[in-house]
């Protein structure tokens, strides 16, 4: 045993035999402290894990923070301050609350949040396009030339439907990012996501026409529903086709939203003391971040906030450190500490990611370009350990040197904390059995 | 990794053993034999080629895959090109990097090459070439030959030859074999079944080993790409449905046909080869609704409907279709798509330069330019921005690299973008032919001024385009065509748009042609009609021949090749399903619903209620379709799927269904105030029929608002539920109002059927 049995993180176990999931997962962080295990005691803690099998369900809702561009892990979480000259950030890594784990000093507020999450530096693939990284990411399949595959807020709408009358997935402020990838792909449209449409951070924010216009009652609606289905019933109908289901479908889950005072709260954001919303930031980021908190709260099952422009091939510094990371910094710690506080955490899986990483190279216009080879995602809640590290990247930041992650295995981490069996097959409209994932595995170190 | 297949063969590849190929299974449909040139060079052994047997072994066993050594850093320190697509590079890589430490020339058998492979040394991706295995001896050789490099004078691939290139295979679990054949500079030619990488378009339908053979699995039909050494062929493989009924086209639609065409016997022969039934044909009123929301974008007024329906013209459907395509909403709808596909958005264009790229769109399709001339025009705009419509082209798309990539997607429909840093791992795209293509853009310059926002468009005699990695310089050629000679004077974009438009290029005309059909069907014979690739072959590619001659034979006329599309059977086919056709969502044996877009379902909904939309600083009653700016719109458009014109992509433009559309058309305060509006359609059809006896009155209204949504008169029980419904409403106006609010909503208005 070559490690450090005196290190605080190890002093309530000292027998080996003994050891635990927990322990095992702090390894991963002592590796990542640059203390070094021996083989034998790895491949000891290896057996304790074998036989061990997922969970059941440990999330009822996840919030999925998405970076949409691709952020740069010099610039938020894998600062690399030695880095060569032309390739080192402009800014400093700071300490965190979890000794020995730094950060780019441009989250100074989820530096006090460190202890409550996971931080990934290794995520990898081999998808240098966005509209293919985002695929692959989102929907944990590679790109197939003849198949859109449904993204994980699609699949989770299908697997564990909604509660009430919010709908299952919803994304803030809309739909319209990563190359409309998250989407429901080959199910059918009813799995699309509920687009908030609008800026949560402004001031009139309300979600369109869940209220009832002037001049119209719940009553009279009633009584044109009942119509409306009289028409259509009489009207020879397109023979049960997908469009026709998933027209269905929304007109229910519209009716039910307008009808329902409790969806109407959820999305009133105005309700919010002036202090919390200030805790969150004053921005469309931050406010979507609370909005998700409200929406989980309610209910709903995937929430993805998407936070754009972090393809910055030029001035990438700049940009980091205007309207990119300070937002996210604000934003994602204010949600992790109020889920916390609220007791929420226990059972929300967040999840922080973007396509790609960037590379370690600066570019003649101070930007950097596409990097696939390695990127960083945040994870916490639902079981996940706080104050841990998975991987660790070379000196340069450009390639994993242990413990690559997938996005098939962060899709199947996913779906195995809300309890949805990511190897189950569907069919798709051309009878073609396909796995939910394409392959993946388990990452254990998430609990 | 991949079961390793050349295990179990115990004859290969090398030239000199090619004969024994001969001895390939005999399976059915192989037609292949030795041709005497491969016998000849299986007599005289000639040197192991990196490019053409190593190569080729490397991507069979994966080494240069995505996942492995073809990743875009590598795999523990050891990089090779995607597929083997660069050899130059690959062999720097295995003979010089790292000091040359992967060969070892005094001990050849010794190299990393082999032992790695081999598992003799540790390998993080396993033993993948059994020790002793003809490609471990095709290795071997080559390494103790020395190593050839590859070189500007070595044979090259130059076709690759699949057999059979179509075959129906009557009933699922049947298995056909594949023989792939390369032909190569030297007129010699090998078998290379074992070698090619194959893939199955949809596995459900044929499913394809590594060995090349494939096996029905269900009725469909299902290309089955086969790769190798950067070349691409597909076998098409079809699996018919068991046929309820005998297939024929009914006599009395056939009879019907005034201009029966050869669209509807193209159609009829598929569908006959994969046992789909054809649906019967649409009413009148059905017809009447179709046509003119497709060709005009408008709704038939309840004046038109009852005239067409009261027409006893045997000729009728053919001359409405005339006049449709004579009235201006025809320009206005015809110009909105193509001012999607050229992405007229004044974010970019600034609004001057938007509004005179929409205007010389709108001009040239009021005159019905010639397809062909139009294209050239764009290709070769210069000029101010502000002045002349075509230069804005370069101003979507900004640089060579971009005009190169937007060209090949808009007129060839073919996305190249992969091309751009490594030749495109699964389709016959190089990096030569991206760039080859780029250099036609290279000779082009814009400068600012003299308005703010302007640019000035101008042709430069310098200028070049250059490979990435070598700096070289890259001369035009044409897209999977020639390297043309061009005149130091010339503008090299004009070469391209000749080439292009030029009446023999057969693959213009297929996708400006299938453009159209996808404009009339909702969904085209190559689908999406921006993605054109082996890999996605037509659904009917003799229709889509057919239709590609005919329009190059009557000069690109576009109103012509619609006449021509819209007077067919085809396109006048019921939606309706019978057991026959449930599965069919690609052969056009029935009509597939469409949700209508939202530029013309907006506007349905302003002329339904009498009640137009205002757009920015558009005059009063200027329509959804008309509006020329991506940046002018309302959340009506944003939800219902209209693209904002800032990406490539045919898809931008979404007919997804979505909640916020149900909720914005169920409970908007824009609906209900256009149904509440005293100058509303409710209002004044009140008025209007006021004078009349109360109980034809009612009928009368509710038959109008029929004929107003859903173009035809409703059936007697339809009407009692409107009828019943208002006599119960407490405010008369209110019980109409909730009828009309009804019919907005349903399922048959938000179609086109």
């Keep these: 045993m070559s490690h450090n049995t005196t290190s605080p993180l190890f002093d309530r176990h000292d027998h080996r035999s003994a050891m635990t999931r927990r322990d095992f997962v702090k390894v991963g962080t002592i590796g990542f402290l640059g203390l070094s295990l021996g083989m034998t005691d790895l491949l000891r803690m290896q057996a304790a894990f074998a036989g061990e099998g997922v969970k059941g369900a440990q999330a009822k809702s996840v919030i999925l923070l998405w970076m949409d561009g691709g952020p740069s892990q010099f610039d938020t979480f894998d600062p690399k301050p030695n880095a060569p000259s032309g390739m080192k950030s402009e800014f400093g890594a700071i300490k965190t609350n979890v000794p020995g784990l730094e950060i780019c000093e441009l989250l100074p507020e989820m530096a006090k949040v460190m202890d409550k999450v996971t931080l990934l530096r290794t995520m990898s693939h081999t998808e240098g396009a ?26 989770v709408s299908k697997e564990l439907g909604g509660v009430g009358a919010m709908p299952p997935y919803i994304a803030i402020p809309g739909s319209g990012f990563a190359f409309g990838y998250a989407q429901a792909g080959y199910l059918e449209a009813a799995f699309n996501p509920f687009s908030v449409g609008g800026d949560p951070n402004n001031d009139k924010f309300s979600v369109r026409d869940v209220a009832l216009p002037g001049g119209l009652t719940m009553e ?91 393809d910055t091939h030029s001035d990438n510094a700049k940009a980091s450190k205007g309207r990119l990371v300070p937002p996210l910094d604000q934003g994602m710690s204010a949600l992790i500490e109020d889920l916390h506080q609220r007791g929420l955490l226990k059972d929300t899986l967040v999840v922080c990611m973007g ?43 450009a390639d994993p040197k242990d413990r690559k992650v997938s996005p098939q295995d962060i899709a199947t981490t996913l779906y195995a904390k809300l309890g949805v069996h990511s190897d189950k097959f569907y069919t798709t409209p051309q009878d073609r059995p396909v796995k939910i994932v394409d392959g993946g595995t388990y990452i254990k170190e998430l609990g | 990794m991949k079961p390793f297949l050349g295990m179990r063969a115990a004859f290969v590849l ?36 990196l490019t053409n047997d190593v190569l080729p072994v490397l991507t069979k066993i994966g080494c240069n895959q995505a996942a492995c050594h073809g990743q875009q850093n590598g795999q523990g320190g050891f990089k090779l090109s995607l597929r083997g697509w660069d050899s130059a590079f690959d062999w720097e890589q295995i003979v010089k990097a790292d000091n040359g430490r992967r060969v070892f020339p005094k001990n050849p058998a010794r190299s990393l090459l082999l032992t790695k492979p081999t598992g003799q040394a540790a390998h993080g991706g396993g033993v993948v070439l059994p020790k002793g295995s003809p490609e471990y001896r095709l290795l071997l050789r080559w390494l103790r030959e020395g190593m050839t490099a590859p070189g500007d004078k070595d044979v090259y691939l130059t076709e690759l030859l699949v057999t059979p290139g179509e075959r129906v295979l009557p009933r699922p679990g049947i298995k056909q074999s594949l023989s792939v054949t390369a032909r190569y500079s030297d007129g010699t030619s090998r078998d290379v079944t074992k070698l090619a990488h194959y893939q199955s378009q949809n596995d459900a339908v044929a499913a394809v080993g590594a060995d090349g053979q494939i096996t029905a699995k269900n009725p469909g039909e299902s290309a089955v790409m086969v790769a190798y050494g950067g070349e691409v062929e597909t076998a098409n493989i079809l699996v018919p449905y068991p046929a309820r009924t005998p297939i024929k086209l009914p006599a009395a639609a056939a009879a019907a046909a005034v201009n029966a065409s050869y669209i509807d016997d193209l159609v009829y022969r598929k569908l006959a080869k994969l046992g789909i039934a054809l649906s019967g044909r649409t009413s009148d009123a059905e017809f009447l609704r179709r046509v003119y929301l497709d060709v005009i974008a408008t709704l038939p007024t309840p004046d038109e409907v009852r005239a067409f329906l009261r027409d006893t013209d045997p000729q009728k459907r053919a001359k409405l279709i005339d006049r449709l395509l004579d009235r201006p909403e025809y320009v206005d709808y015809r110009t909105l798509r193509l001012a999607d596909l050229l992405r007229v958005n004044g974010q970019h264009l600034s609004e001057e330069g938007a ?188 229709l889509l021949d057919a239709l590609a001659r005919d329009f190059i034979t009557h000069n690109f006329d576009v109103k012509y090749i619609t006449r021509v599309i819209l007077n067919s059977e085809t396109y006048q086919r019921s939606s309706e399903i019978l057991p026959g056709n449930v599965k069919d ?93 005293d100058d509303g359609r409710v209002a004044r059809l009140l008025r209007r029929f006021e004078p009349w006896a109360p109980a034809a ?43 009309l609010w009804a019919l907005l909503n349903s399922e048959e208005f938000l179609f086109n059927k």
């Design chain 2, 355 to 542: 509004d005179t790229y929409y205007r010389w769109i709108r001009d040239r399709v009021r005159k019905n330019v010639p397809y062909d001339q139009f294209v050239r025009e764009v290709l070769t705009g210069r000029g101010s921005t502000y002045r002349s419509g075509p230069a804005n082209y370069f101003r979507v798309a900004g640089n060579p690299e971009e005009l190169a990539e937007t060209t090949a997607q808009s007129f060839l429909g073919t996305r190249i973008a992969c091309a751009k840093c490594h030749n495109h791992p699964f389709e016959r795209w190089k990096q030569s032919d991206y760039y080859g293509m780029a250099a036609f853009f290279a000779r082009f310059g814009k400068k600012g001024g003299p308005e703010f926002g302007e640019e000035q468009v101008f042709v430069r005699r310098d200028g070049e385009a250059r490979n990435p990695r070598t700096k070289q310089v890259i001369k035009p050629k044409f897209l999977g065509g020639a390297e043309p000679t061009i005149d130091p004077d010339a503008d090299r974009r004009a070469v391209l748009a000749d080439w292009l438009t030029a009446k023999n290029n057969l693959d213009f005309a297929r996708v400006a042609v299938n453009r159209l059909w996808t404009d009339y069907f909702g969904k085209g014979i190559v689908d999406q009609p921006d993605d054109f690739r082996v890999s996605n072959p037509p659904a009917n590619a003799p």
């Design chain 2, 697 to 739: 009155r009612d009928k009368r209204i509710v038959e109008e608002m029929y004929l107003l949504t859903l173009s035809r008169y409703p059936a007697k029980p339809e009407a009692q539920i409107l009828l019943t419904h208002i006599a119960r409403a407490k405010d008369r106006r209110k019980g109409f109002e909730d009828a």
């Design chain 2, 14 to 49: 090398l030239p000199v053993l090619a004969v024994c190929a001969g001895l390939g299974i005999a399976a059915p449909g192989r037609e292949q034999s030795l041709s005497p040139t491969t016998m000849a060079a299986a007599r005289k052994p000639t040197p192991v080629s």
């Design chain 2, 585 to 677: 969502e690609r052969y056009f044996s029935r009509a597939y619903p469409r949700r209508l877009p939202a530029e013309p379902l907006m506007d349905a909904v302003a002329q339904v209620t009498e009640k137009p939309d205002r757009f920015g600083a558009y005059p009063p009653g200027w329509r959804a379709i008309q509006i020329r700016d991506s940046r002018i719109g309302a959340y009506f458009l944003e939800v219902f799927g209209r693209p904002k014109r800032e990406i490539l992509c045919a898809c931008e433009r979404s007919p997804q269904p979505n909640l916020s559309q149900s909720l914005h058309l169920i409970n908007s305060g824009n609906l209900n105030n256009k149904l509440a509006a």
């Design chain 1, 130 to 155: 966005h509209e293919r990284a985002c695929h692959t990411l989102l929907t944990g399949w590679n790109p197939n030339p003849s198949l859109v595959y449904p993204c994980m807020g699609s699949v």
């Design chain 1, 355 to 397: 396509e790609f990483g960037r590379t370690p190279q600066i570019n003649p216009l101070a930007g950097r370009d596409h990097w696939p080879n390695t990127g960083c995602a945040v994870f916490a809640g639902a079981g996940v350990p706080g104050g841990q590290v998975i991987g660790q990247t070379d000196e340069k930041g």
């Design chain 1, 220 to 310: 009279r609606l009633d009584e044109r529903r009942t119509l409306l289905q009289a028409v259509d019933t009489a009207f020879k109908r397109f023979d049960n086709t997908a469009e026709a289901r998933s027209r269905d479908e929304f007109y229910q889950r519209a009716y039910d939203m307008i009808s329902s005072p409790e969806a109407k709260k959820a999305f009133n954001i105005q309700e919010e003391k002036k202090e919390v919303r200030e805790r969150y930031g004053r921005h469309t980021f931050g406010q979507g971040c609370l909005l998700a908190r409200r929406l989980v709260e309610a209910g709903v099952r995937f929430v993805t906030v998407s936070h754009g422009g972090w």
